[in-house]
């Protein structure tokens, strides 16, 4: 099983931009299907993006995020560009051992603690 470390979160005004990343531990990273998700204070934590073969996208940042995987260093990003006082929240990278990625929060099991992102209007 990977262990999941974020970095990259900050406060940023509106309309910059920030890069997370997420580290993964363990031999096995490509075989992972790997998830953004965030959460809000007083919100449910919602689906940001996934990569597995292929980028999914929640449609509120469709267009301005961008998800990537470097197999190699066994790391996953979120470009996060034209950000949003609404895109405040603490950005959690997740995993799951499968071929395809999901959308829910459940079909997850291994999270990284999370990096908070503050945008300022």
């Known amino acids: 099983q990977v262990q999941l470390v974020e970095s990259g979160g900050g406060l940023v005004q509106a309309g910059g931009s920030l890069k997370l990343s997420c580290a993964a531990s363990?031999?096995?990273?490509?075989?992972?299907?790997m998830g953004w998700f965030r959460q809000a204070p007083g919100k449910e934590r919602e689906f940001v993006a996934a990569?597995?073969?292929?980028?999914y996208y929640a449609n509120s940042v469709k267009g301005r995020f961008t998800i990537s995987r470097d197999d190699a260093k066994n790391t996953v990003y979120l470009q996060m560009n034209s950000l949003k006082p609404e895109d405040t929240a603490v950005y959690y990278c997740?995993?799951?051992?499968?071929?395809?990625?999901?959308?829910?929060?459940?079909?997850?099991?291994?999270w990284g603690q999370g990096t908070q992102v503050t945008v300022s209007s």
């Open positions: 990569i597995s073969r292929g980028t």
């Open positions: 363990g031999r096995t990273f490509s075989s992972y299907a």
């Open positions: 997740a995993a799951r051992m499968a071929s395809f990625p999901a959308l829910t929060s459940e079909a997850y099991d291994t």
